[in-house]
């Protein structure tokens, strides 16, 4: 009767520790530290269209252009810090 004890008792224990392994919550070993833009403008005219964007936590904004068009089609961007 001692081994079916001793049996139970590590069966339970290991039910514990699975148990514990999937409530916990899980490692992360990189930070999301993308910067998230707001889309603030967008405007279109003839072939070309330009949209305007913040970063509100490094006060950024960056405004891109569509330059061309069919298969020469570009994208030009350009970034500004806002002031204070």
Do not use: D
Request: with cysteine; aromatic share 4%.
């Amino acid at each position: 009767m001692h081994k079916v004890a001793l049996g139970a008792s590590a069966l339970a224990a290991g039910l514990v520790l699975v148990g514990g392994t999937m409530l916990s919550s899980t490692a992360s070993s990189q930070i999301q530290a993308s910067p998230s833009y707001v889309p603030i403008g967008v405007s279109a005219s003839g072939t070309s269209s330009t949209v305007w964007f913040h970063e509100p936590s490094s006060r950024q904004a960056i405004v891109c252009q569509t330059v061309g068009q069919g298969a020469s089609l570009a994208i030009q961007c350009a970034r500004t810090t806002l002031p204070n």
